[in-house]
């Protein structure tokens, strides 16, 4: 069993920063490709960055490529997003999610992959 608790959300102007934590305890994060997603209001989950466990390979949605980055601390057991040029629409509630084994050795974006979640965390970003 996996614990994840996102942090670091917050209101922000737009062009401005943030750096998304996702913390994991309950088992060792190393064997666990992990990814971010986010949900607007009124709109659906949506994927936005992952990280696999073997080699660190990222992906990222065309929507936020070049500005966002996801990056992992395995000692720490700590996944980061930083998100920088921040556009108010990438207001929504942010989620991390761990999936284990196959699923998480590359980046992966299907979200029916991912076992463990996390509770969120809002962003909000005004114009």
């Known amino acids: 069993q996996v614990q994840l608790v996102e942090s670091g959300g917050g209101l922000v102007q737009a062009g401005g920063s943030l750096r998304l934590s996702c913390a994991a305890s309950?088992?060792?994060?190393?064997?666990?490709?992990v990814g971010w997603f986010r949900q607007a209001p009124g709109k659906e989950r949506e994927f936005v960055a992952a990280?696999?466990?073997?080699?660190?390979?990222?992906d990222y949605a065309d929507s936020v490529k070049g500005r966002f980055t996801i990056s992992r601390d395995n000692v720490k057991n700590t996944v980061y997003l930083q998100v920088n040029s921040l556009k108010p629409e990438d207001t929504a509630v942010y989620f991390c999610?761990?999936?284990?084994?196959?699923?998480?050795?590359?980046?992966?974006?299907?979200?029916?992959?991912?076992?463990?979640w996390g509770q969120g965390t809002q962003v909000t970003v005004s114009s």
């Open positions: 990280i696999g466990w073997s080699g660190g390979r990222t």
């Open positions: 999610a761990a999936a284990r084994g196959l699923r998480g050795t590359f980046p992966n974006r299907n979200m029916g992959d991912y076992v463990y």
């Open positions: 309950g088992r060792t994060f190393n064997n666990y490709g």
